[in-house]
């Protein structure tokens, strides 16, 4: 890292909240086996006229940590709120609003990157929810953003209106919601929300896979809070570790040491996953996760076709075994 960037030891590491993959099992095995990790965030909890949370959406927040955001998903305020008060009752001090959630299920209900199609609704809603009559028992709100939705052309006009509200944080996915995966982030878009946003509550999202890409965007933008990684992580779960520490994966993938490590984090995780749920949904949630582990294996096609053939947790954890 540069002279330049005299934030870095400082920066924040967040575990991006991916709905089915960082539970709340996996954060708490997770936590166990690897160090570098700042905040983390539930997979959105879906805040409607019920007025209650799912079972599954409960379990995310039971177990309180004070490094833990629990994150809502609505298109209205009223819902918001509710939610947020909800789990302030819980201890929580913050809770993040989802403006980037891009499937076609939530946005066509102007929900997740649905948000940003017409800003003059998220305009009423950031209004009620900062400024209503109930905005003094709120916990505080951080937001998480995609840069548009058809285009990253729409990010200063959204980082325009985010500038006005007292977020805590506001984390940017720089793609549109039509990008979804697609393309790369564009650090343009980010760049809006770096000229119109207080640096210190600025997280960056997207493609941080190694301490070469946390660099290049720490080095791009000194003084942002921190860098926010989902995929990234899953494929290296040292990752968090590597960026604070700024030593790069070595060239052959994991060491014999760091092996042993994944190796007792999987098992717990499927015992976990086994228990809680069933040996056949732990194995799909383990099946899951290796789509997004695979990357770090790129020499070892037959050990991962293995791996998602698998048909029991035995047969599972020998295919695991064998890759580690
Ligand atoms: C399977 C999956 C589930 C996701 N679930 C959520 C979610 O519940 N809430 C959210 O804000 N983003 C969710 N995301 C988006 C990620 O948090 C993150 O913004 C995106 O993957 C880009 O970051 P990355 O390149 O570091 O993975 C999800 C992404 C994936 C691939």
Redesign the pocket.
Do not use: S
């Given at each position: 890292m540069t002279e330049g960037n005299k934030t870095e030891n400082r920066i924040s590491i967040e575990m991006?909240?991916?709905?089915?993959?960082?539970t709340a099992t996996f954060r708490r095995v997770y936590a166990k086996w690897f160090a570098g990790v700042d905040r983390m965030?539930?997979?959105?909890l879906a805040a409607n006229q019920t007025h209650k949370f799912k079972t599954r959406e409960k379990k995310e927040t039971e177990q309180y940590s004070p490094d833990l955001v629990p994150?809502i998903?609505t298109d209205k305020a009223e819902h918001f709120i509710w939610a947020a008060k909800e789990l302030k009752l819980l201890g929580y001090t913050e809770v993040?609003l989802?403006a980037?959630?891009?499937s076609a299920t939530v946005t066509i209900k102007k929900k997740?990157a649905g948000m940003l199609r017409d800003l003059a609704a998220m305009r009423s809603f950031l209004d009620i929810i900062f400024g209503g009559d109930e905005a003094g028992d709120m916990p505080e709100i951080s937001i998480?953003t995609r840069a548009g939705v058809s285009s990253c052309d729409e990010a200063d006009e959204i980082a325009v209106l985010y500038s006005g509200y007292p977020f805590s944080a506001i984390?940017v996915?720089p793609?549109s919601r039509d990008d979804q995966?697609d393309n790369t982030?564009d650090l343009k878009a980010f760049g809006a929300f770096y000229e119109r946003i207080s640096h210190d509550r600025l997280v960056f999202?997207?493609?941080?896979?190694s301490v070469k890409d946390a660099e290049k965007i720490l080095d791009h933008f000194p003084g942002i809070r921190g860098i926010?990684?989902?995929?990234?992580?899953?494929a290296d779960p040292f990752l968090p570790e590597r960026i604070r520490s700024r030593e790069s994966m070595g060239d052959v993938g994991f060491s014999d040491r760091e092996k042993a490590i994944v190796h007792g984090f999987l098992t717990e995780l499927y015992d976990e996953y086994e228990r809680d749920l069933s040996e056949g949904t732990a194995l799909l949630k383990m099946k899951?996760l290796w789509n997004?582990m695979a990357v770090s294996f790129p020499d070892s096609e037959k050990k991962l076709k293995a791996i998602r053939k698998a048909r029991s947790g035995l047969e599972y954890k020998a295919a695991v075994k064998s890759i580690l």
């Open positions: 991006a909240p991916m709905e089915g993959i960082t965030y539930t997979p959105f994150q998903l993040n989802n980037g959630c891009p997740g998480k984390i996915h793609r995966y982030p999202n997207g493609d941080i896979r926010m990684t989902g995929r990234g992580l899953l899951d997004f």
